[in-house]
């Protein structure tokens, strides 16, 4: 981990502190952690963050999904990504963080290793994605965000959730 | 302007869509003898409406057309046009026309203008029409022979008008006083400080003695009016420009009987049945509400109750003492005229002339019917006072927070019932009250989704009556329980179905008058539509007395397709045919029916909203079909199951019984497993479907002797389903699995338990079919057999 960022920054030595705004333009990211490594969404996709409490199964399903829950009402299905990147054996106590999200106008829930916080970076600290995968396809990556000394693969949330891989939405019959 | 006007346009849209279906109903009810004046100007007003909507939005193909109808629906209602059925026909042409166009609009959001063609041909239409001669026998208001001069003088008034007054600035426009004209005479005229010269005034007045005469025609109209509520509409800061529209767009609402203008406030009393709201509501197409203030005056009321009124059906002697009096009333206002100008304010002299006229008209013995009465009795067309219109997401988001409430409820119910009832008395007592309350509530508003059936039987009227026309066929529609409700999204799902039953019925059942009476029927067919709610569901009926269901052909066509029939089959099987795809004895395909894929669709659609469809016929009696729906698809009883450690809800009007079965019952189908077993309930073997093979369940019991097996129907078919347990029964509200998620098999949607976790509900004709497919599949080449342990057991496998 510690090479791909020295690799990933050139070497050069720590950038900017978050809070520097004077391109004018600052999103913010809601930094989780899986399997190791850190990223980060669009917080204005995320809806709400829970513990992970029982979940209905629904049968014939890949086990990447893992069911769905009642979301104070409304029934919000859920996926374990760190089964659907095949990260070594996978948990669920009280430390278990599901992240809801709102995307493509519809309510998924995602388990996680954990939730750290929501940073603000500006475009200087956004760098291009690698064309070296991680463990994501590079498609879904929308650059390498650095604070302090860490580095957040951002993630297109939406784009990864609508795709024919996660198998979530019902794709049009021909 | 800085106002951003697209934002109002579906809300024109919608309007306009009403008015034109209130339009609709009101041409199908015309009486073309005898039409009711009220209903002609609710017409014409509908137009009017949609033609002023259509200018403010700058829709220009929408405005011309209208504008082109709306000219001829005014020459219609004003009596100088007679009704004749072709008209109607044209009419009724135009309303789709329009129809088309406002979709036009509809879809590219009002950006793009509609073809002009249309518009241009009924235009041409329309004309033509109008200008055809009138019957003479039509005794209507427009009984009195009104020539067409009646146009001409009032184009001829406001030339005069224009020549003498036209380049004075303070001069009311012509129309304005050709209108007060209507009501009255007009002894004089001043502007300003001038006073006209009397010759002038005597020249104004000929003239508008000229039109007195026939506007004596529409004296009838115009002494009505004077029997209505005056209005006292101010202007206020409102420009020229927009003040003449609005003046003029009064007048078309009521008759204008005076303005009055002081400073920036523009005064105009408009004699009119109309409310205050509804005026406000024209108005503001122009103007701001804060530019706008309407009362009724008291003051200039009805003041001479003694009503000439008449509903404008003007009979000879009437007529004959209008002509005499209109002539006494001429020499009256000529002999008011003084060589010298009167410089009376115009409208006091209304005020005196329109009461001389009315002296002096109501002389003649007219039928006592007030004026008031048929005025208030048709009330504008629109509904406005009691009803409010609200967007269906709010409806939907209401229903699902007393959804929400009923699970909490339910939660609540769970959690309590472990107490001691009797030392918690008290928490029972308001659990009870919490449980009627939440249960009440919930059944108040799905009651707001509900929507009455009228909304799409009165569909049918026109179809029926075009459709009839076309096949030169004569067909009475009947409707029954117009106003029995059903859920709104069932509602809009249903009319294509009944829609292609009712073609059906015209097309195919009911025969031509020449046959009809061959067979000793009457030649004018019956087509009954009618709805009613039985138990939890609604029963819907096409029926119509034609020719039936040939029981021949259909078996004949039948075996041609190469289906399995017998000739001993049933009436009622033989009529479950059509409903497979692809059938129909129709000799020829037309545009209405026969291609074969209606019947199988209609069945589709209605399986699909949870009813299902039967038919009954009898030949040369006729042929009924009978839709049932549910009546609410919100909310489920349901019976809870177990399935190893997972919960499943049944919807309970599919269950017919259960059972735990002896091995003696249960059979296995030659060379099968699992999956081909079957069980004998008196002696009908019905397929086994294991619910935890289809789900993927562990732990399951497989061992139907140690299990409960229960007996499900669906599509008029049985099977069995294979459980664990049976928990027990209650209501659920049914949540939607696609919303976030997408379909699953077996899978018809999902609830909220007590306890606050999911479970999924069965949907049964998918597993019924699955169970079918399963026997009949299994004698197929697809599947695999793999010995596994040696042989003793036999696997079968699905291949794709």
């Not at chain 1, 709102?102 to 956004?126: C, E, F, K, P, Y």
């Not at chain 2, 009101?26 to 003898?33: I, K, P, Y």
């Not at chain 2, 001043?190 to 020249?203: E, N, R």
Request: contains cysteine.
């Amino acid at each position: 981990m510690t090479e791909l960022i020295k690799t990933a920054r050139g070497g050069a030595s720590l950038a900017l502190i978050g809070n520097a705004k004077d391109d004018g333009v600052a999103n913010e990211f809601l930094a989780f952690t899986l399997g190791g490594e850190e990223y980060g969404i669009d917080i204005l996709k995320v809806q709400e963050i829970r513990g992970y409490e029982a979940v209905t199964r629904i049968a014939n399903t890949p086990d990447f999904i893992k069911g769905v829950i009642n979301l104070r009402g409304v029934i919000v299905p859920i996926v374990d990504m760190r089964i659907k990147f095949a990260m070594g054996t996978v948990e669920y106590d009280h430390q278990t963080v599901v992240i809801i999200l709102n995307v493509a106008q519809r309510v998924v829930g995602m388990v996680v290793d954990g939730v750290s916080d929501v940073l603000t970076l500006t475009h200087a600290q956004i760098k291009p994605a690698p064309e070296f995968g991680s463990v994501l396809n590079t498609e879904y990556l929308t650059g390498l965000g650095t604070v302090d000394d860490r580095l957040l693969i951002l993630m297109d949330i939406e784009r990864l959730m609508t795709s024919d891989e996660m198998a979530l939405m019902e794709r049009a019959a021909a | 302007m800085s106002l951003d006007i697209t934002q109002f346009y579906e809300t024109f849209f919608d309007e306009a869509d009403e008015l034109l279906a209130e339009m609709e109903r009101l041409l199908l009810s015309l009486d073309v003898q005898q039409p009711d004046s009220e209903q002609l100007n609710a017409i014409f007003r509908a137009a009017h409406s949609i033609k002023g909507g259509a200018a403010t939005f700058g829709f220009s193909v929408l405005t011309d057309t209208t504008h082109v109808l709306e000219g001829v629906l005014d020459q219609t209602r004003t009596g100088e046009l007679a009704l004749r059925t072709d008209m109607i026909d044209v009419f009724l042409e135009a309303k789709d026309v329009l129809d088309h166009q406002l979709r036009a609009y509809r879809e590219s959001a009002g950006s793009v203008e509609p073809d002009r063609q249309l518009g241009m041909a009924l235009a041409e239409k329309l004309k033509a029409v109008s200008r055809a001669p009138q019957a003479a026998a039509v005794v209507a208001s427009a009984a009195v022979p009104v020539e067409v001069p009646a146009i001409d003088v009032a184009a001829q008034f406001d030339a005069d008008y224009a020549t003498k007054f036209g380049d004075d600035a303070g001069a009311p426009p012509a129309h304005v006083i050709r209108q007060l004209l209507e009501i009255g005479g007009v002894t004089g005229e001043t502007i300003g400080s001038d006073l006209t010269p009397g010759a002038t005034a005597a020249q104004a007045t000929a003239s508008t003695s000229a039109s007195l005469s026939t506007a004596g025609t529409n004296a009838p109209k115009s002494d009505a009016a004077s029997g209505h509520a005056v209005l006292k509409i101010k202007l206020i800061d409102v420009n020229d420009t927009d003040a003449t529209l609005l003046v003029e767009e009064l007048g078309n609402l009521g008759t204008v009987s005076a303005r009055e203008k002081a400073g920036n406030v523009l005064t105009v009393w408009l004699q009119s049945d109309c409310s205050p709201d509804d005026i406000a509501a024209v108005c503001c197409f122009v103007i701001d509400e804060d530019q706008l203030e309407v009362a009724y005056d008291e003051t200039r009321g009805p003041a001479n109750a003694s009503e000439k009124a008449s509903t404008g059906a003007v009979d000879a002697e009437t007529q004959r003492a209008l002509d005499a009096d209109t002539a006494a009333m001429q020499q009256q206002v000529a002999a008011a005229l003084s060589p010298t100008p009167i410089a009376a304010d115009v409208p006091a002299a209304v005020g005196t002339a329109a009461s001389s006229a009315n002296a002096v008209v109501t002389a003649p013995a007219t039928p006592a019917a007030p004026a008031a009465a048929p005025k208030a009795a048709a009330p504008a067309g629109t509904p406005e006072a009691g009803s409010i219109r609200v967007g269906v997401e709010k409806v939907d988001h209401l229903i699902n927070l007393v959804g929400e409430l009923v699970i909490t409820q339910a939660m609540l119910a769970q959690t309590a019932s472990k107490f001691d009832p009797v030392v918690h008395d008290r928490l029972f007592n308001g659990m009870a009250l919490l449980e009627r309350n939440a249960r009440d509530l919930q059944e108040a508003v799905m009651s707001i989704r509900m929507m009455p059936m009228d909304y799409v039987f009165s569909r049918f009227p026109r179809l029926v009556r075009d459709l009839a026309s076309k096949l030169g066929k004569k067909v009475e529609l009947v409707t029954f329980g117009q106003a029995t409700e059903l859920d709104k999204s069932l509602i809009e799902r249903i009319i294509d179905p009944l829609t292609h039953l009712v073609r059906n019925s015209l097309d195919h059942g009911i025969e031509t008058p020449a046959v009809r009476e061959a067979a000793g029927k009457e030649a004018s067919g019956q087509l009954v539509l009618s709805a009613e709610h039985l138990g939890g569901n609604i029963v819907i009926e096409v029926s119509d007395d034609g020719a039936g269901l040939n029981r021949e052909r259909i078996l004949a066509k039948a075996k041609k397709q190469g289906m399995a029939v017998t000739d001993a089959m049933t009436d009622d099987e033989v009529a479950q045919l059509i409903f497979m795809p692809g059938f129909s004895t129709a000799e020829q395909v037309t545009d209405i029916s026969g291609r074969g894929v209606g019947m199988d669709v209609v069945k589709r659609n209605i399986q699909d909203m949870g009813g299902h469809v039967e038919i009954q016929s009898r030949p040369n009696a006729g042929t009924t079909t009978r839709i049932l729906l549910p009546l609410t698809l919100a909310i489920l009883d349901g019976m809870s199951i177990k399935v190893g450690n997972e919960t499943f809800i049944v919807p309970l009007n599919s269950v017919m019984e259960s059972l735990q079965p002896t091995a003696e019952e249960i059979f296995t189908l030659a060379g099968g497993g699992d999956d081909g077993r079957v069980i004998r309930v008196r002696g009908e073997y019905l397929p086994i479907v294991a619910l935890h093979k289809v789900f993927g369940v562990e732990n399951a019991r497989t061992d139907p002797t140690q299990a409960i097996v229960i007996i499900m129907q669906a599509e008029g078919r049985r099977f069995a389903m294979l459980v664990d347990e049976l928990l027990g029964q209650h209501q659920v509200v049914v949540k939607n699995l696609e919303t976030n998620y997408r379909k699953v098999f077996g899978i018809s949607a999902a609830t909220i338990l007590g306890d606050g976790s999911v479970a999924l509900i069965i949907d049964v004709p998918a597993l019924n079919r699955h169970g079918r497919d399963d026997m009949t599949g299994f004698k197929g080449s697809n599947k695999q057999a793999d010995k596994v342990d040696g042989g003793a057991v036999e696997r079968l496998t699905h291949s794709a």
